[in-house]
């Protein structure tokens, strides 16, 4: 008896213990799911503020000229930024604009987070707009010319964007330095890579909104705001 005494009390001992562990783990769980979806709120809140300034074509003028096309001086049109894949999904692109009047196209994608899958996307949707942009044209002249897709990411997160910006970088090894297969390349703006200083510099509603994306504590985003509303 007092054997199974000591049993059942050594069980009942066990059983406390793991019952405070689970509860410890709960906890911090439910901590940790808290954080997570502060995190997810507050990179919604952010992507839209991005999208939100991007729309305005003054500012994504003044970005281009900033980053991609120094000289570029051209009016631009916002397109509706939906297409239907062939499969018959539907799909989003962040921003689209087209020069008037030419066929070129900006393609944007705002990131907070890597994107490993980033290559691909880019071609995925560079091929849709294509396919939509030359739905209503004669291709079957000597002297067509496809649509130039210029695809952008803008990057705002912690880390450095470390995803190839070549879809052939990421091909099958084996053929890549035999065949040269289809292939585009986007430019990324990671704002890891530009100075708060710089960014101000430049002085636009965007990279107003980079910098403070920049900034890594209080003293930081304080000065930050200072500079902005000098």
């Not at 995925?124 to 952008?152: D, G, T, W």
């Amino acid at each position: 008896k007092e054997k199974i005494d000591k049993m059942l009390k050594k069980c009942e001992e066990i059983l406390r213990e793991e019952e405070q562990k689970s509860k410890e783990f709960k906890g911090k769980n439910e901590n940790i799911i808290r954080e997570e979806t502060e995190k997810y709120y507050i990179n919604q809140k952010h992507d839209k503020m991005f999208k939100e300034i991007l729309h305005n074509k003054k500012e994504m003028k003044e970005f281009i000229k900033e980053f991609i096309w120094h000289d570029f001086n051209e009016e631009l049109e916002l397109q509706n930024g939906e297409y239907i894949t062939k499969l018959g999904s539907g799909k989003l692109v962040d921003i689209l604009y087209r020069v008037k009047g030419q066929d070129i196209y900006f393609l944007i994608e705002h990131q907070t987070k890597i994107d490993y899958n980033m290559p691909f996307r880019m071609l995925e949707y560079s091929v849709e707009i294509s396919r939509r942009a030359m739905k209503n044209m004669n291709k079957c002249h000597e002297e067509y010319k496809y649509p130039l897709i210029i695809p952008i990411v803008i990057y705002t997160g912690n880390r450095r964007w470390s995803v190839s910006t070549k879809y052939s970088d990421e091909v099958v090894k084996v053929l890549k330095n035999h065949i040269k297969g289809i292939d585009i390349e986007y430019k990324v703006i990671d704002i890891n890579e530009l100075e708060i200083d710089e960014l101000l510099r430049i002085n636009t509603n965007l990279t107003k909104a980079m910098a403070l994306e920049k900034c890594k504590n209080p003293k930081e985003l304080f000065e930050c705001f200072n500079e902005i509303i000098k």
